[in-house]
């Protein structure tokens, strides 16, 4: 008998030992995700955002990181669904189905074939865009003074006159302009209709060409060569994600290009004055702070526009050598 009490006495010694230990081990598990913004607002409401991109490359890959940094900086809680469509229009639209689905508080859509998708299939949920040139003309909204409905953005229209003073600046004896863009992007055809207008009121020759896809990057490219000085190329999203293929052409070839943003220019581009996209990004984060902390709703927050000092000259000194053009 004595025995037995002994026995149960280590037994019950052991069992409280091992219920002190495992207490003193337990440890809160949070989230760690890098997409997930930690808060110094007292502000217990964790928002939910769903994040569409058309296509990764840097120009929107930095709208979506300026986004995120900004709404880091704001100090609220809050997850992300980020979901890239790889450039496929059906991509944007089962990703966009999806979030219609989802408990959101907020769509962001990156480029404007991604928010013509959200915007077909979400209207309970507030939509903030970027990099969209023209949302109006490009049947997104009612207008950009007063979008209407569910939707508002940051435009990432660039200063294309401006540009073509840039063109004209470091390449003075240019006369055959080629602007090349992508037929399928509403934004790129604005684009290109205001540089063949700045491109006339400098007593240039403009010629469009245009592709479909990526896989016709090459041919369109190469059916420009002995025809035109120079190669203008908005913010496209699918020349940019392809222009590799468009730089190697045109340094082989002693073509400059005159691009939309800095991202091709890094690339292998001439040069270009254009807007910053990691800018940009935040600017749609300042939108998407007055819908989720004020209050306020999207359809009456005009499109917002980069201030004219956001806009960069860039050249790339490489490509200058290259082309026997200047570097400066």
Known sequence: MKQLKKIFSIFVVCSTLIFVF??????????????????NVNNAKVYNIGTLQLVQHPALDSSYQGFIDYMNELGIKFNVDYQNASGEQSACETIAEKFSNDNLDLCYAIATPAA???????DNVPIVASAVTDPAASGLCKSNEKPGNNFTAASDLTPVDAQFDLLTELIPDAKEVGILYCSAEANSKIQADMAISAAKKRNLNPTEYTVVNSNDIQTVVESMIGKVDVIYVPTDNVISAGFDTVATLCLDNKIPTIVGEEAMVDKGGYATYGINYYELGKLAGKIAERILVNGENPGDIPIAYLDSAACERKINSDTAKALGLREQ
């Open 22 to 39: 495992a207490c003193s081990n337990t440890a809160k598990v949070e989230n760690t995700s890098t997409n997930t913004g930690e808060s």
């Open 116 to 122: 013509q998708s959200v915007l077909a299939h979400i």
